[in-house]
């Protein structure tokens, strides 16, 4: 069972994914991304990427104390704290599933989709090895101090926990496992599917007849003056 490093939870945790937008003009990359996406969901698992392919830059950025910037260990801690940065997979979440930029940004402009896990079941189902954090915004980097120097235990995950306060329109939930990769959270943790708003109709039954077999709820979306709503809203 994963755990969770924070006192509040919410009861539901969404994935923007993007399927493959030259999919639809028939391009192999599209075709290959449409396929991993749907890989993912049937066979129960969340790939977690390298912070490094992270969209933002500024990922894994920190500040250090002066005192613990003069430390004789200094540069052997700055580079140890590098490997565990690098040593973890990263898999990222939101509180919501109607978030416009969110759907343009990380579901290739409403051409894709986002899939709706239940915390509780996404817990129980991955790996001890697993841990969630909730994203903290602020207008400064994390701050390690002599304390972070000795202590290993959940450094790497606090530094990317934080991100800049231009950030927090995402409410941004992370997943971390021990390794990069395919974390596998067993069944029942996917809730229900929301489809983008461009997605064709051809690619919407496609992506019906894959899911099919997860008896899922699969929800088209549509445009409702400036909100993301499900028809029956």
């Known amino acids: ?60 950025v920190y500040k250090s104390s002066r005192k613990a910037s003069e430390h004789p260990e200094y540069d052997a801690f700055v580079e140890q704290l590098r490997n565990e940065k690098l040593g973890l997979g990263i898999a990222s979440f939101s509180e919501t599933w109607n978030n416009q930029p969110m759907w343009a940004h990380y579901a290739d402009g409403f051409h894709g989709i986002c899939v709706c896990y239940a915390m509780s079941s996404l817990l129980n189902g991955l790996a001890q090895a697993n841990t969630f954090s909730r ?72 992506i019906c007849a894959n899911l099919q077999p997860l008896h899922i709820e699969i929800h088209r979306t549509k445009i409702n003056g400036y909100k993301v709503v499900k028809p029956e809203s």
């Open 1 to 60: 069972m994963a755990t969770i490093e924070t006192y509040a939870r919410p009861t539901w945790l969404y994935r923007y994914r993007s399927i493959g937008a030259g999919l639809l003009k028939g391009t192999k990359d599209g075709a290959k991304k449409f396929d991993e996406e749907m890989d993912a969901l049937i066979n129960g698992y969340i790939f977690c990427a390298e912070f490094t392919k992270m969209n933002d830059p500024m990922e894994g």
């Open 135 to 206: 994203v903290a915004y602020g207008d400064k980097p994390h701050y390690l101090n002599l304390r972070a120097l000795e202590d290993d235990r959940a450094r790497a995950r606090a530094v990317l926990s934080t991100k800049h306060l231009n950030w927090s329109y995402e409410r941004e939930w992370r997943l971390f496992s021990s390794r990069k990769g395919k974390a596998a959270h067993g069944p029942d943790a996917i809730k229900s599917i929301y489809l983008g708003t461009r997605i064709p109709e051809d690619i919407r039954d496609r």
